[in-house]
């Protein structure tokens, strides 16, 4: 188990990505989860992340392939002492940075899975008629057609304020990572769902209010301590909503409807810098990887379709 030497340089490198880079939250959690594994592995093995050498993480990152963890896991393990010992090397903590010239995995780029727009409009018509109440199937169906809308990440949905679709706006504000606003255009079907949840949300919150409890500031409230609906429940909600549409659940996830709506954008002829914008992303090449999928359908296109193609 990690030293509580470690655990407190931990701790302070989350604070200082946070306040000097904007860190989200998850991102903090990811880097803490990370580097609390490599510290408890290296306290097992004789040494600590202060004091640790090339050879001792090297040894480190072996075992984790041993282990069977993907590529991608073994890749940000390694991104996050990086980052660590970058830091650590800044505050003095080590005159050295034994990872510094260390090649991880690399990321195997993966294309993103998504849905055609037939697809989608199955999964909008099924979260309409899912729930067990008229305010849970307004409420579903808000959530559906938001995320198609906006391209929201969903972390970014659930924790919405209610002020943000007040008075049917045509834009959306929406608050991203590292503390980032931008603006989303909502489509009339988005804006009408969000008009007819807002009426049973604000007349649930009214109920509420009268056996005293305090008010929501969130468009879709719940009992939990983050007082709005959960990734993993909205995640849950996803998958119930693709049966019910006759859509495998395994295909259907809230990233996955974040990728249809860039994926048919793009396939609409929007520019990639638009697109770029409306999805939060920091860097293009984030956003190329669709170019990828749409290369697919018109290579599957022409061979199907072209007569030289044929057999």
């Known amino acids: 188990m990690a030293g509580p030497g470690d655990s407190q340089r931990i701790s302070t490198f989350l604070q200082a990505i946070a306040a000097e880079n904007g860190a989200a939250r998850n991102t903090q959690l990811a880097y803490g989860r990370d580097l609390i594994d490599a510290a408890d592995w290296l306290a097992a093995a004789g040494t600590t992340l202060e004091t640790a050498g090339t050879e001792a993480i090297e040894r480190y990152l072996v075992n984790l392939d041993a282990l ?27 005159a050295d940075n034994p990872v510094l010239r260390m090649d991880g995995p690399g990321r195997a ?3 993103p899975g998504t849905l055609t727009e037939a697809e989608v409009l199955r999964l909008l018509a099924a979260a309409r008629d899912h729930g067990a109440d008229t305010a849970t199937r307004a409420r579903n169906a808000c959530l559906f057609e938001l995320l198609y809308a906006t391209g929201l990440r969903v972390s970014e949905l659930v924790s919405l304020p209610h002020a943000a679709l007040r008075g049917a706006p045509e834009m959306l504000m929406v608050r991203g990572k590292g503390g980032k606003d931008r603006l989303v255009p909502l489509s009339d079907p ?21 056996r005293g409890e305090a008010a929501s500031r969130f468009l879709f409230p719940a009992r939990g301590t983050e007082g709005h609906m959960t990734r993993v429940r909205f995640h ?11 859509l495998n659940p395994d295909r259907v996830s809230p990233h996955v409807l974040r990728h249809a709506f860039a994926t048919h954008l793009l396939a609409g002829g929007a520019d990639l810098r638009v697109i770029q914008t409306l999805l939060g992303h920091a860097d293009l090449g984030t956003t190329e990887i669709y170019t990828h999928v749409l290369d697919e359908r018109l290579r599957d296109l022409v061979m199907q379709h072209h007569p030289l193609a044929r057999p």
């Open 68 to 94: 069977g963890l993907s590529q991608a896991t073994r890749a940000r393990r390694l991104s996050a002492l990086k980052q660590f010992y970058r830091f650590a090397r800044d505050e003095g903590w080590r």
């Open 109 to 111: 780029r993966r294309l």
């Open 190 to 210: 988005a804006r009408l769902a969000a008009a007819v949840w807002l009426t049973h949300r604000d007349a649930a919150e009214s109920l509420a209010r009268s």
């Open 236 to 246: 849950g909600l996803v998958k119930e909503v693709a049966l019910r549409a006759g």
